[in-house]
C-alpha cells in the first residue's frame, strides 16, 4: 500500500486590528482622547503680562497673554511689607514705587533670574516671604527696574479666571459720577486744541488696555492739550454740588528732566487758564511754584508711569458763559507722550434733590458741542 503525506490546513493568518473596522477600540480610543484633551483644557492658567508697561511684544497686541500654568515665563515677587535686608538670601533687595493714585507693593526679581512654570514662580517668591504680583500691580508699572532685564519679558501674576484684569478703580462713596469718559469710541464729546492732540487706539496705551484713550505730545501750548465745556452740566448737575472734582488714568512715556502736565480750567473761553494741578516727572518734592502760582496739588512720577489722579476744580457761577476743563502736555517733542482714560467728573455733598432729566450729552455724557477755544 502506498501512503499519502495529509497537507496540514493553513492556520488562518490573524487579521490585524483596525480602528476603522473595531468599533470597540474606535470608541475606547475616543474616550482615552477625550479625557486626555479635557485634562490639558482643565488645568489652570494664570496671567502673564509685560515686566514694564509697553516694553514688551505679545502674541497678540493689546491682549494679555492667559498661559497654562505648565508654560514658563519670567518671574518677579511682591511684598506687602518691607523685606528685613537681613533675612534676604545674597542678591535680593526690595523698593517700592511711587504711582500716582496706586498703592504698590514692594517688588523684586530673584537674584538668580529664574524663569519657570506658574509653579516655580509661587516657590522662588514664597522662599524669601513675598507673592507673585497681581495683574493689577504689573500693569500698573509697580514691578519694573528690578533687574534681570525683565521689564521687556512676560512676567508671571496671581491673577486667573476669577480676577478680572480691568477691573475700575476703587470708588469713593461719597462722590457722585456726572460723567464718563473712557474714549473707547472716540473722544467723546472732547475737543483737541491742535495737531499734537488726538484720539489713540492703542491699547497698550490706556486704562485697563481698553479700546482708546486721549494721547498729548511736544509743548504747543493749545495745540499739546484737550477740552470739554462743563456749562452744560451746571443747570442739571453741577449746581446741585457743594465740591466737584475731576478722577483720571494717566499714563506717562518717554518723559524727561523736568517734562510736565497740567490740568487746568477757563471760565473765560479759553483767554485765561487757572492751573489747579500739575504732574511733574522730578524726583524732589514738589515746591511752592511762588508768586502767581496757584497749583492745589501735584504728582510726580518717573517715565512710563501710570495711575489715577483726583483733582477738586473751582464751582462756575450760574451767569458764567462757559467753563473749560483742559489737559494740557508740556514735554519735548513729538516722542513724548501723556495718555488719559478713565476722565471723571464728580460731585459731592448734594445742596438739593437732582433732576430727572439728564443734560443733553454726547457719548458717555460728555457734551456734543463744546465752544472753541481761543
Not at 528685613?84 to 526679581?109: H, M, Y
Not at 512720577?301 to 483726583?310: H, I, P, R, V
Request: hydrophobic share 30%; glycine share 8%; aromatic share 10%.
Amino acid at each position: 500500500m502506498k501512503l499519502h503525506a495529509v497537507p496540514t490546513p493553513a492556520r488562518p493568518r490573524p487579521r490585524p486590528l483596525s480602528l476603522r473596522r473595531h468599533p470597540l477600540l474606535l470608541l475606547f480610543s475616543a474616550t482615552v482622547t477625550s479625557l486626555i484633551l479635557s485634562t490639558v483644557s482643565a488645568q489652570s492658567r494664570h496671567y502673564v503680562d509685560c515686566g514694564r508697561v509697553d516694553r514688551c511684544s505679545k502674541p497678540v497686541v493689546g491682549e494679555i497673554p492667559f498661559p497654562l500654568d505648565t508654560d514658563t515665563y519670567a518671574i518677579r515677587c511682591c511684598s506687602d511689607t518691607e523685606p528685613s535686608p537681613d533675612a534676604l538670601p545674597p542678591g535680593w533687595s526690595f523698593l517700592k514705587r511711587n504711582i500716582a493714585g496706586f498703592d504698590c507693593p514692594w517688588t523684586e526679581s530673584p537674584a538668580d533670574c529664574p524663569r519657570g512654570t506658574y509653579t516655580d514662580a509661587l516657590a522662588a517668591c514664597d522662599e524669601v516671604g513675598a507673592r507673585l504680583c497681581t495683574l493689577e500691580e504689573v500693569q500698573n508699572n509697580c514691578a519694573y527696574g528690578t533687574g534681570c532685564n525683565f521689564d521687556k519679558q512676560l512676567i508671571w501674576t496671581s491673577s486667573d479666571t476669577t480676577e478680572s484684569p480691568t477691573s475700575a478703580p476703587t470708588t469713593d462713596p461719597d462722590w457722585s459720577t456726572i460723567f464718563l469718559n473712557d474714549f473707547d469710541d472716540g473722544s467723546q464729546g472732547w475737543t483737541m486744541g491742535g495737531t499734537n492732540a488726538r484720539h489713540s487706539t492703542k491699547k497698550a496705551r490706556t486704562y485697563g488696555r481698553s479700546a482708546g484713550a486721549l494721547e498729548l505730545t511736544d509743548n504747543n501750548d493749545a495745540a499739546s492739550s484737550a477740552y470739554v465745556d462743563l456749562m452744560p452740566y451746571y443747570d442739571s448737575y453741577i449746581k446741585y454740588y457743594e465740591e466737584i472734582r475731576v478722577k483720571f488714568w494717566y499714563y506717562a512715556r518717554s518723559f524727561e528732566g523736568n517734562e510736565d502736565f497740567f490740568v487746568e480750567v477757563s471760565t473765560d473761553g479759553g483767554t485765561s487758564w487757572n492751573q489747579p494741578f500739575m504732574g511733574q516727572i522730578i524726583n524732589e518734592t514738589l515746591s511752592d511754584p511762588g508768586e502767581g502760582g496757584n497749583f492745589q496739588k501735584g504728582v510726580h512720577f518717573s517715565d512710563l508711569d501710570s495711575g489715577f489722579a483726583m483733582v477738586n476744580l473751582p464751582k462756575p457761577s450760574s451767569g458764567a458763559d462757559s467753563m473749560l476743563l483742559r489737559f494740557r502736555a508740556d514735554m519735548s517733542g513729538t516722542g513724548d507722550q501723556l495718555y488719559l482714560d478713565n476722565v471723571e467728573l464728580q460731585g459731592k455733598g448734594l445742596l438739593g434733590e437732582l433732576p430727572s432729566d439728564p443734560p443733553s450729552a454726547g457719548p458717555s455724557g460728555s457734551p456734543s458741542s463744546p465752544p472753541s477755544v481761543r
